[in-house]
């Protein structure tokens, strides 16, 4: 039987005792919109920006610059952890699957290099949860970051919210609320591998 996250993380929340902490690995602006308005009311959220696969660097501190804006626009009680520039964790994760697919082998090195460094700053930090905005997606397998992200809670000791935040209407909403603020949008994930796929109009 195929796996609901969505349906599950609402069962997670159901049970939540007080509001425990949780840390969100944010992609972008535009795909943390959305998963905000669903995760503030039941959590203390910490943002953690790391992103090392988008290139250039340049479109990288956009990126996080939205991403600030955002948290003026919406007034939430979110916290902001900025990861430095590392391109070069995204570059050595990607050697030898430059070829693969969108969507491949690749991209799974790169969500799990993601998952693992929030995972990771999660347990360092003390936070009870933690879980990633990738799942908005609709070009993104759901089941692939789950599976990813619950590995990396049992390597870490750190709960694994799980998710599928583009069910229930969440992709639509984080498109609205984009337009509604005036967010920046871009069309790929960042990496110099999507940008060259010349078959997909936007994978975000």
Sequence with gaps: MKANYSLDMQKQITVLEGRPSLLLHSCCAPCSSAALERLCPHFDVTILYYNPNIQ???????????????????????????????????????????????????CTACFSLRLEETAKTAQELGFDYFCTTLSV???????????????MGARYGVRWLCSDFKKSGGYARSIALSRELGLYRQKTCGCVYSKNNSQQETIL
């Design 56 to 106: 250039p660097e340049a479109e990288f501190f956009k990126r996080l610059l939205w991403q600030k804006k955002l948290l003026e626009l919406l007034a939430l009680p979110v916290r902001l952890l900025e990861a430095p520039y590392r391109g070069e964790d995204f570059q050595k994760a990607a050697a030898g699957l430059e070829g693969e697919p969108e969507g491949g082998a690749r």
């Design 137 to 151: 997606s609709p070009h993104k397998d759901a089941a692939r970051i789950n599976v990813l992200g619950a590995a």
